[in-house]
């Protein structure tokens, strides 16, 4: 069983940076997609960011700010979030999806994490 295990959240001012850290545990098999989606209250959870082999795509809110990476070991996954708006205040999850990209972006993932609170105060 796959677990994936986020930290990095935190508090910071508008225009500032974190960087979130997913740790990925319990592989069996190649996971071929990995990503990260946030919720903010009253809101429904979004796609922010994917990776694979293929490359990375960003939704276009955070496009220019955010970076997603893998390190050489694909063991950890990262999102460095930089030039932060109160807008972008959320729960941020860590997802995995075994075959593909285009599925995960859609919403449908096989494994998630069990989020880390963002906020960014004006």
């Known amino acids: 069983q796959e677990q994936l295990v986020e930290s990095g959240g935190g508090s910071v001012q508008a225009g500032g940076s974190l960087r979130l850290s997913c740790a990925a545990s319990g592989y069996t098999y190649s996971t071929n997609c990995m990503g990260w989606f946030r919720q903010a209250p009253g809101k429904e959870r979004e796609w922010v960011s994917s990776i694979s082999t293929a490359g990375s795509t960003y939704a276009d809110s955070v496009k220019g700010r955010f970076t997603i990476s893998k390190d050489n070991a694909k063991t950890v996954l990262y999102l460095q979030m930089n030039s932060l708006k109160p807008e972008d205040t959320a729960m941020y999850y860590c997802?995995?999806?075994?075959?593909?990209?285009?599925?995960?972006?859609?919403?449908?993932?096989?494994?998630w994490g069990q989020g880390t609170q963002v906020t960014v105060s004006s």
């Open positions: 997802a995995a999806h075994r075959f593909s990209c285009e599925m995960l972006t859609r919403g449908t993932v096989h494994y």
